[in-house]
């Protein structure tokens, strides 16, 4: 994987984010939470596993952030 960025806070910033989103595959369960929060449509859930199309994957976070709703 390369990551490039402006500079080196950017490029660490990024290859964090990148790194939770690897963590969130490895760990899926095939709930399918993360795919209505990804507005490019680059996840797919495969045989219950998650796929991500690295074309259309603008690396935005959405899909790993907390599932917003009501507190209980």
Known sequence: MIIKGRDER???????KLLK????VGGCVGCGV???KCKRGAL???????????ERCV??????EPQSGPQL
């Open 10 to 16: 950017k490029i660490r910033k990024k290859s964090e």
């Open 21 to 24: 989103i690897a963590r969130k």
């Open 34 to 36: 993360c795919l209505g």
């Open 44 to 54: 797919h859930l495969m045989s219950e596993r998650l796929r991500i199309e690295e």
């Open 59 to 64: 690396h935005c976070g959405e899909c790993i």
